[in-house]
């Protein structure tokens, strides 16, 4: 594995290090650099800091694990691989992302999920430790979002969750009421076999973490889903 200290590094020659590597590789000392693992494929980066906005964006193939936390655009437009964050994130995670998984052991911010989408076999999933800010799962058109709310007495979700949402699911784990949710959404207690479709997923979330699954695979989720009526087209439409 080759290691590289970001202290004295800007986003362009740490990058240009990193896509010139033939082998894994481990960043130490990353303070806010840009764009790192972009289109990243073949390869693990290892990331011991914060690194900066749009981190793994378009993200093809290969793995990055943050210790620490993470900013903006996380996984923007990926389509294949993994993301772990052992700390928080930023707004808009996975924005457009088309393919792969992330995991962030702890909160998210605004717009999570954004324009996800899926194609063929690709179905892209976010799983967030934690809360979640307003609008997430906006204009989702495919994929999966869960949020296990680990630790928090009341809704881990903000305002306007699913807003637009025409396709995929998001699974909430909460024992509170859901409300104020946009007109096109649909939330329902999720059943055993809606648990068992995400059990992969959630598995996989505590084995990074260093959690057990069980425990919160036992709890109550809601699933949410985009209304078959689609009543968002009325705002664009006279029907």
Sequence with gaps: MKTISAQDLDFK???????????????????????????????????????????????????????????????????????????DAGDALGYAMRGGSIYVRGDSGYRTGIHMKEYKDRKPVIVIGGRVGSFLGEYLAGGIIVVLGIGLEDVPVGNFTGTGMHGGIILIRTDKELAGLPAQVMAELASAEDLEAVQPFITEFAKYFGMEAEPLLKDRFYILKPNAKNPYKQLYTAN
Excluded: W
């Design 13 to 87: 020659e740490l990058n240009r290090q990193v896509k010139a590597s033939a082998e894994d590789v481990c960043i130490n000392d990353c303070y806010g650099q840009r764009f790192i693992g972009s289109a990243l494929k073949g390869k693990k980066l290892t990331i011991n800091g914060t690194p900066g906005n749009a981190l793994g964006a378009y993200l093809d193939g290969g793995v990055i694990e943050v210790n620490g936390n993470v900013q903006d655009a996380v996984g923007d437009t990926m389509n294949y691989g993994k993301i772990i964050v052992h700390g």
